[in-house]
């Protein structure tokens, strides 16, 4: 559907029956807008000015005698014009953590306790997707072997961070052949990530396989099934489920049965999100645009973290699409830059 230009009054008038209805969760009358509203104009002009909205798919009128509701088009309209504000008031977002990194050392950690504040802020669910460990640069990585088929990947970040990984391998390592792996990586390549060492490696092997013989292939074929691991698998730390089981009055109880059922399929969950992640500061998604026809009742604001232009994850908020999304996006903007300058800075 065309987006037909509205006119100064009938903007005004469809954002304040947006906000009454966010506000008060029912459906909004004419009569009640003539009453609140800061212009002059009568109950007949705001009910012709809502009926011409609805025409034009913003609102909707859920039974004849009631009054009306924003459509999933109108909740978009009015986010698309907050943005058009500018609005990323970041000194309005009084964040008790200002500094997120604190005390911690473990990456997984941190993110999950960005994701409790985005909850414990947002009183919704909030959610961090971890970045692959692969693109992480690295000041000092160690390889150690768990099992037969199984190997710890423990990586100091240039950031002064721990992450750990176990990868699954079917090659024979010997932890000797593994130290002599992790001295040559850390040797040659600190301060890169390990999808540039692999890269390198199989671009340089044949030469290296002069010096270095059979380790090289090892340590090649080991990193190969590490990037490999993370592609097929997500890793999504999620905080305020509950706060969600306590606004059952705004979901269908089937729709927030198949959101949990989302939510416990934690790696389908993070590759749904990580497709939609966008260089844009914040993205909204409404209902229907999420493409998602189980959670169709819900709205997701998220954003991307990194460093040195590099997005490493996304992280955001899921929640009703009756959101105070005025508050919500800068929260997940402020806190996504936050992260990002956390990470970004080298101790």
Partial sequence: MVEMPLKEKERKIFRQVVESYL????????????????????????????????KEGYLVQPHTSAGRIPTDRGLKFYVNRLFEEALYPDQQVDLISGDLLGQKTDFNSLLNDVSKLLSEYSNNLGFVISPSISKINFHHIRFIKVSEDKIMLILVSTFHLVLTEIIETNNYYTQVELDRASRHINERFSGKNLAYVRDYLLREIPSYKTRYEDIISKITALLKATVFQEENEGRIFLQGVSKLVEKTELFDMESLRCLFYQFEEKARLAKLLSDVISLSRVKVLIGAELNLTDISDCSLILSHYGYDRQVLGSLGIIGPKRIPYKKIIPLVDCVAKRLSQAISHVQ
Avoid: F
């Avoid at 009358?29 to 212009?39: E, K, N, P, R, V």
């Fill in 23 to 54: 506000k008060i969760g029912k459906p909004i009358s004419s009569g009640y807008i003539a009453q609140q509203s800061t212009l002059p104009v009568s109950s007949a002009t705001v009910r012709n000015i809502m009926a011409r909205l609805e």
